[in-house]
């Protein structure tokens, strides 16, 4: 019996591909550090603690980094994906335990989790100075390749064995985290490898559509 929901962020419960990407355009960080940042850590020569803390180093003005009121101001705008809300309603009713496993930002995944009604969340987030402004350090709580771990730590916290979990994920990056659910699904899948690997594809972009595949 399915008793636990475990969603990516960006593309599955809000429209928008990273929050990484607003953030850098929000700050105007220079394209080709950002993609030598990217080289570096899928090239293993940094981890991923680093490649935050490098990619901060990139919004830097006038020698200073941003305050948090910037950051949360470059996050704020965002839709939630069509039938989101009527879809965690219907899970919270249900009684269902509801997870967000984002590498994105916690500023914005805690924002979107507390107008869900989702409060269990993991994802990345910037340490500030006590004036709230970025220190150039780094909250690293979700490898963007190996979500596993944060999902192993779910189950073991909360009790719950592989087939009492749904997941729910958009690319490549979330089989990780398919591989320890009873039933993954694939919403609107950016990346043919998470198609082959998901138990599950729904091309629709509607949440209402996993209720489909979930005995309730």
């Not at 080289?39 to 919004?59: A, T």
């Not at 949360?72 to 335990?97: M, P, Q, S, T, W």
Request: charged residues 35%; aromatic residues 10%.
């Amino acid at each position: 019996m399915i008793s636990a929901i475990v969603f990516d962020l960006d593309g599955v419960l809000i429209e928008s591909h990273s929050s990484w990407e607003r953030l850098h355009e929000y700050f105007g960080a220079d394209e080709e550090k950002r993609k030598e940042n990217m080289r570096r850590y899928f090239s293993k020569e940094i981890d991923y603690g680093q490649w935050i803390r490098e990619d901060v180093s990139l919004w830097k003005r006038d020698g200073h980094l941003p305050h948090k009121s910037e950051v949360e101001n470059a996050l704020k705008d965002y839709l939630f994906i069509d039938g989101v809300r009527e879809c965690i309603k219907i899970l919270k009713e249900k009684k269902l335990k509801l997870f967000i496993i984002s590498a994105g930002i916690d500023l914005l995944a805690k924002n979107a989790g507390d107008l869900l009604g989702i409060y269990d969340i993991w994802a990345n987030g910037f340490q500030y100075d006590e004036k709230g402004y970025l220190t150039g350090g780094d909250v690293w709580r979700v490898d963007l390749l190996r979500k596993d771990i944060v999902m192993a730590h779910i189950i073991e916290k909360n009790n719950l064995k592989k087939e009492d979990i749904v997941s729910i994920g958009d690319s490549k990056y979330d089989i990780p985290m398919f591989n320890l659910s009873g039933i993954s699904i694939a919403f609107d899948p950016k990346d043919e490898e998470v198609k082959d690997e998901a138990d599950i594809v729904i091309s629709e972009r509607n949440l209402l559509r996993i209720l489909d595949y979930i005995n309730l």
